[in-house]
């Protein structure tokens, strides 16, 4: 059973959060999930959307080490991805 409530996506699109989830949905990824899980803290929220935004789409991490990250991460979750 989760510790952790998922919040309501259009809710916190309501909030700061905003322009963060807009580019998730447009580019899915990462996951709606990230939002609905970290929005219970907002500015923790919003850090942590600009490093993963800064880390993987500005080119300053390899292809190669990215493929690598998502695929640990999948693992480490068990999903199929």
């Excluded at 322009?19 to 899915?28: E, F, S």
């Excluded at 991490?61 to 199929?80: F, G, T």
Aim: charged letters at 25%; proline letters at 5%; hydrophobic letters at 40%.
């Amino acid at each position: 059973m989760p510790n952790i409530t998922m919040l309501d996506i259009d809710e916190l699109r309501k909030t700061k959060l905003r322009p963060y989830i807009d580019k998730c949905l447009q580019y899915r990824a990462p996951d709606p999930g990230f939002h609905a899980m970290m929005g219970h803290n907002i500015d923790l929220c919003e850090a942590m959307f600009v490093a993963w935004d800064t880390i993987f789409n500005t080119g300053r991490v390899s292809h190669k080490l990215k493929e690598i990250i998502r695929v640990q991460l999948s693992r480490m979750a068990s999903c199929v991805y």
